[in-house]
């Protein structure tokens, strides 16, 4: 019984070093997913709504203002496409682990190209609010001896957020994956007796990984990706506001 | 086995690819989410704007409708007021003309009577004492004539209470 | 032999690592304690309160995810690192 706990697979490598992986064609097709999902929810809205599709769409659509007007203010409201897609996007590669796919979240270079994307997002919002000299100023206080303490804090933000999506999705698969081995290997041992294939049979693997796989893939999962996007938009409104 | 990545490890196209399909999937939400579904909810709060201002229209509208009928309403009631308090000044003066009227035809009437009965009364009293003065002539000289003429005596009684009678 | 002592080493101190995983464990169990007792005076604010309960989780739970990381690079990482130097 080999257990393997290793990173995506390379599916094949362009020239340029460029390495198309699980982590890629799962991404494709979640955005596919996504877009399919998005127009068939919206291809024919009326004022006055006749379908669920419509009303599910416009909740969603609501929900997400509502909670950026709640966190980060009326200001921000252009906000809200991003944090829905970064909110879709976490929630379908944290549960693309559900229907065999490789999850995408669970590769460190996707959850670390996001949270650039958030980190340069909180920095231009810094940037815009307080100028660039009003950042770097921002940087040298209280006294000019912490500056280096708060560049390190800078840039923790985007490594903790990728890390902490990452570390999550990827702990529930390494967990699912050492508890399902572990299981074979008990199940082999109980059997061992039983001969020719009857010995095979996973008696123990059929229950309980799917119990943990509600916790890790459902519930974490949907739990990880509001967490990413409450904190991106607490990071964004806290830069916003002039210290 | 096929050939993986390292479970932790960094490549620099892996990330920029991550980067650039959540940008991609960005454009995507917004225009195939965001839009249509921003349309509708405008168009919507628009149509609640109209019916709202459309309801507002109409409760000024009413109110003014209101306010005419109330205006015409008063004014209605001032004219049949006034109407009234003329009709009843008119009738009141009439009423006290026509009243004056008689008790100045009565008056009148009495006044004439009286005259008439004062005349009457004259005339009555004049021609009694005419009638008197000319008996007592008629009755004085029949006194004479019976002591000359006894047999005309009778005859001359008869004439005068005959006479008498006539002028009675 | 120089193998199978860098792989224990590398096992033992990612086992050391995950040590880390108590802090976050008493701090998130403390700050979802106060969030019920928080709850209980004023059920009106539930909502409220979960949200920036589940915010401040995330938080402390950083360090407890820096460890793991730790922990999977000492496992998965560092034993090649290691054996390439020799």
């Known amino acids: 019984m080999e257990v393997s706990i290793t990173g995506a697979r390379v599916l094949f490598r362009l020239p340029l070093g460029i390495t198309i992986t699980e982590t890629q064609v799962s991404m494709w097709i979640i955005m596919l997913v996504i877009g399919l999902l998005c127009k068939w929810l919206t291809h024919d809205l009326k004022v006055k709504p006749t379908s669920r599709r419509q009303v599910v769409a416009e909740t969603i659509v609501n929900t997400i203002n509502n909670l950026l007007n709640d966190v980060m203010g009326v200001r921000f409201k252009d906000f809200a496409p991003f944090v829905a897609t970064l909110f879709a996007f976490v929630v379908?590669?944290?549960?693309?682990?559900?229907?065999?796919?490789?999850?995408?979240?669970?590769?460190l270079n996707t959850t670390l190209g996001w949270a650039i994307v958030v980190f340069i997002m909180i920095l231009s919002t810094n940037i815009k609010t307080n100028g660039v000299g009003g950042y770097l100023k921002g940087l040298t206080e209280p006294v000019v001896f912490f500056t280096p303490l708060n560049v390190i804090g800078e840039f923790a933000t985007p490594v903790s957020m990728a890390m902490r999506l990452?570390?999550?999705?990827?702990s529930g698969s390494v967990i699912s994956t050492l508890l399902y081995a572990g299981l074979a290997t008990l199940s082999s041992f109980v059997l061992q007796k039983l001969p020719g294939f009857l010995a095979n049979?996973?008696?123990?693997?059929?229950?309980?990984?799917?119990?943990?796989?509600?916790?890790?893939?459902?519930?974490?999962?949907?739990?990880q990706a509001f967490i990413f996007i409450m904190l991106t938009m607490a990071y964004v409104s806290n830069a916003a506001s002039s210290e | 086995m096929a050939e993986t990545l390292e479970l932790l490890s960094i490549d620099f196209w892996q990330t920029l690819m991550a980067i650039g399909n959540l940008?991609?999937?960005?454009?995507i939400?917004?225009?195939?989410?965001?839009?249509?579904?921003?349309?509708?909810?405008?168009?919507?709060?628009?149509?609640?704007?109209?019916?709202?201002?459309?309801?507002?229209?109409?409760?000024?509208?009413?109110r003014t409708y209101k306010e005419t009928y109330e205006d015409k309403l008063n004014k209605v009631k001032n004219e049949t007021d006034q109407m009234i308090k003329k009709a009843t000044e008119s009738a009141k003066l009439r009423s006290e003309e026509i009243l004056n009227e008689a008790i100045a035809e009565a008056d009148n009437e009495r006044r004439k009577a009286e005259n008439d009965i004062y005349l009457a009364k004259?005339?009555?009293?004049?021609?009694?004492?005419?009638?008197?003065?000319?008996?007592?002539?008629?009755?004085?000289?029949q006194i004479v004539q019976k002591e000359i003429d006894l047999d005309a005596h009778q005859k001359l009684i008869d004439s005068a209470i005959d006479k008498l009678g006539e002028s009675v | 032999m120089d193998k199978a002592l860098i792989l224990m080493g590398c096992a033992i101190g990612a086992g050391i690592s995950m040590l880390g995983g108590i802090g976050p464990g008493i701090g998130e169990g403390y700050a979802v304690g106060k969030a019920c007792e928080a709850i209980g005076r004023q059920p009106e604010s539930?909502?409220?309160?979960?949200?920036?309960?589940?915010?401040?989780?995330?938080?402390?739970?950083?360090?407890?995810?820096?460890?793991?990381?730790?922990?999977?690079?000492?496992?998965?990482?560092?034993?090649?690192i290691f054996m390439g130097y020799m």
Not at chain 1, 92 to 107: K, V
Not at chain 2, 122 to 141: H, I, N, P, R, Y
Not at chain 3, 51 to 74: D, K, P, W
């Open chain 2, 122 to 141: 004259k005339k009555a009293m004049e021609d009694l004492s005419t009638k008197v003065s000319s008996m007592v002539v008629e009755l004085s000289k």
């Open chain 1, 201 to 223: 049979i996973p008696i123990f693997q059929l229950g309980i990984p799917a119990i943990l796989s509600i916790y890790f893939d459902v519930f974490s999962g949907v739990l």
């Open chain 1, 166 to 170: 990452f570390g999550n999705v990827l």
């Open chain 2, 29 to 62: 939400v917004k225009k195939f989410l965001y839009k249509p579904v921003n349309e509708i909810l405008e168009s919507r709060a628009k149509e609640v704007d109209d019916i709202y201002s459309e309801a507002e229209n109409m409760r000024k509208e009413a």
């Open chain 1, 92 to 107: 379908f590669s944290n549960l693309s682990g559900l229907f065999g796919l490789f999850s995408p979240t669970a590769d």
């Open chain 2, 23 to 27: 940008i991609i999937l960005y454009f």
């Open chain 3, 46 to 80: 539930k909502s409220d309160v979960t949200s920036t309960m589940l915010l401040g989780c995330a938080v402390a739970e950083t360090t407890g995810i820096y460890s793991l990381i730790i922990g999977l690079l000492l496992i998965f990482v560092a034993p090649g």
